[in-house]
């Protein structure tokens, strides 16, 4: 069957008749898939890959050849969302010319579909030649991590006199320049209803409440994989951090005991020498919550050696032993 692409273009469809966009981070092909799975809208590839994948402090020292691999993997897991590549830092700054060279190669190198910058009023003629040049921009305003050492850290935006004037006008000097929707990221979320309010294209908020007409978190956030890092506006999930270690610990332990792998779990010369699984150690593992239903159901079952043969095949084509 199909699958129906989304586009900017159903993006303001869904502005228009009020449906809620849905945005998360992914920066992996697996991801990618489960989330395009989930039929979540847009897929941003952010630069957010410099804390969450990379280890760093700040997303600042991500790179644009970092975006476009992490890119290239996202879009060859996903069928139905709409893919945006972030600019990283100074990868747009210094000239237009330069922004518009470094666009092009996450759109031709890394598969996206369209690019996200930071920043408003000013970028405002980058973002005109961008679309000029059939390059959809997606902006962001009020909290703009890349600006971390400019606004003194990682805080809430728009609560100075004037800021949140300042932050309307961005907001439609940006629409103006044609970019086809802007997220809001960590301002109040009076203001953040106003942008909406006036804006014809859609805003995504993250820190930003409900009145925007979609809502972005990092997709680790949500799944609870850092138990140190739980700010106001991340609602977790899961709590993957923990579900994790246990998995591992029971890895290791069984590594350790030499209970793993099992004969199950072990390749014979010939196939027929593989003894059955008794049910005992089937439930014992299924209890234990050591395997998943998928490699253990078959197993738990007589095979026909045909079957056998053709699980086996798919073993191998799936591990690539020679
Ligand atoms: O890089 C990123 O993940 C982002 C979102 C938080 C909007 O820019």
């Known amino acids: ?35 395009d799975e989930s039929q979540i809208d847009v897929l941003l590839v952010g630069d957010s890959l410099g804390m969450v994948v990379q280890g760093h402090e700040t997303t600042l020292p991500v790179t644009l050849e970092d975006v476009i691999y992490h890119c290239r993997a996202v879009a060859r897991g996903t069928r139905r969302a709409h893919i945006v590549g972030d ?3 100074m990868s747009y700054q210094a000239s237009v010319h330069e922004a518009m060279l470094n666009a ?23 973002v005109q030649k961008l679309v000029s040049a059939g390059i959809p921009v997606m902006g962001h305003i009020g909290l703009t991590p890349q600006s971390v050492h400019q606004l003194g ?10 800021q949140a004037e300042s932050l309307l006008q961005d907001a439609l000097t940006l629409q103006a320049a044609g970019a086809y929707a802007i997220v809001l990221e960590g301002i109040p979320a009076v203001i ?6 006036k804006l014809h294209i859609p805003t995504i908020g993250i820190g930003a409440g409900a009145a925007c007409d979609g809502q972005v978190l990092v997709i680790y956030d949500l799944l609870g994989m850092n138990d140190s890092f739980k700010p106001r506006f991340v609602r977790t999930y899961e709590h993957l951090a923990t579900r994790i270690r246990t ?3 029971a890895y290791s332990a069984d590594v350790k005991s030499g209970s793993f792998p099992n004969e199950q779990e072990s390749f014979y010369m010939e196939e027929q020498q593989r003894p059955k699984a008794s049910s005992a150690t089937v439930s ?6 050591g395997c998943g ?17 053709s699980e086996d095949a798919a073993v191998y084509s799936t591990i690539k032993v020679d």
């Open 192 to 197: 953040a209803k106003t942008i909406s309010e």
């Open 153 to 162: 850290g990682f805080k809430v935006q728009g609560r100075a006199e004037g």
């Open 104 to 126: 092009g190669r996450l759109i031709k190198d890394g598969g996206a579909h369209s690019v996200k910058l930071e920043g408003g009023a000013q970028h405002a003629e980058l």
């Open 284 to 289: 014992a593992i299924a209890l234990a919550g």
């Open 247 to 249: 998995a591992v610990d």
């Open 87 to 89: 600019m990283p830092f």
């Open 293 to 309: 239903p998928g490699p253990l159901a078959p197993l738990s079952m007589p095979r026909s050696s045909a079957e056998a043969e």
């Open 1 to 35: 069957m199909k699958t129906k692409k989304v586009t900017i273009h159903t993006l303001q469809t869904m502005k228009e008749r009020g449906e809620k966009i849905t945005m998360l981070t992914a920066y992996d092909a697996t991801f990618a898939q489960l989330l």
